[in-house]
């Protein structure tokens, strides 16, 4: 489903985000017929689509970074993995940040 604009924003009092969705009229309308054809409210059915993609994603992203991982294993001993990681992880979590004059 394709989105024009899609803004987010500091959650509400219940701790929910609250996301702005622009949609193509043609987006529109597909989702409010999707949502009859279910009998739920376009909202409930666009949420539903929105936290699927973002799961989808995140699988995806998991899959690489295993496949990455299992290559590293497949050269290097587990402990220099780690290793190497724990460096990486250490040196982002202590760099200085640049303040602005």
């Not at 622009?22 to 409210?41: E, N």
């Not at 909202?43 to 295993?66: P, T, Y």
């Not at 290559?71 to 602005?100: D, F, I, K, M, N």
């Amino acid at each position: 489903m394709p989105i024009d604009v899609l803004t987010t924003h500091y959650p509400d009092r219940h701790g929910q985000v609250v996301l702005n969705i622009a949609l193509s009229h043609p987006a529109d309308q597909a989702l409010r017929q999707a949502a009859a054809d279910v009998g739920q409210r376009p909202q409930d059915v666009l949420r539903e689509r929105v936290i699927a993609g973002i799961a989808r994603d995140q699988k995806q992203r998991a899959r690489c970074l295993e496949e990455r991982l299992e290559s590293l294993l497949a050269r290097h001993e587990p402990e220099e993995v780690l290793a190497c990681v724990a460096g990486l992880l250490y040196g982002r979590q202590h760099r200085r940040v640049p303040t602005a004059p």
